[in-house]
């Protein structure tokens, strides 16, 4: 099968990597590049736990080839927090018991990490709908969103 070389960046770091077409994204990025944040779930677009942001847009990871990233600015969870410091958003997550099992939480972190940066002051219903591509099979969506919801209310207070 033919390969193809391509360079990405990740959380600011330059990476090239050879894929083969197939290679999904979330899978170079855990298995070629070691960025295993973004879990596989159901590889069907449906979960959202691979989700990653892509040239500032969240998308789920295993709907794209790697090919189709080659040159893309690619940020996943394991950005977020600031050389070991919690980000707010994760800091709320601990707080709120924004997680059980843990498995959806780097998708859940990342979509609404993306929707806070465009949504200051959301609703708690704009929130339901900012998360509603991200499954969370312990079903802890109420401290999810308590947790999002207190961490658009402290980046208030800090603005
Ligand atoms: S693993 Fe990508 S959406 Fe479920
Ligand atoms: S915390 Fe377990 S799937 Fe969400």
């Known amino acids: 099968m033919s390969e193809h070389n391509i360079s990405v960046t990740v ?3 330059h990476h090239e990597l ?6 999904l994204l979330v899978s170079a990025l855990r298995e070629q590049l070691g960025y295993t944040g973004a879990n596989v779930g159901c590889e069907t677009g449906r ?16 709907t794209r080839f790697a ?20 980000s707010t958003l994760q800091e709320q997550f601990q707080e709120n018991h924004g997680l059980q099992c843990g498995y959806c939480t780097p998708g859940m972190l990342m979509s609404a990490d993306t ?4 949504n200051e002051d959301p609703s708690r219903e704009e929130i339901r709908d900012a998360i509603e591509g991200n499954l969370c099979r312990c079903t802890g969506y109420q401290n ?3 947790a999002i919801e ?9 603005r």
């Open 67 to 86: 090919v189709q990233s080659d040159g893309a600015e690619i940020e996943t969870v394991e950005g977020l927090a600031d050389d070991g410091d919690l």
């Open 47 to 62: 979960c959202g736990t691979c989700t990653v942001r892509v040239d500032g847009e969240t998308i789920k990871s295993c």
């Open 144 to 146: 999810i969103v308590d």
């Open 150 to 158: 207190a961490t658009a209310d402290q980046l208030g207070e800090q």
């Open 18 to 23: 050879t894929v083969e077409p197939r290679t």
């Open 11 to 13: 959380n600011g770091t």
């Open 115 to 118: 929707f806070l940066r465009e």
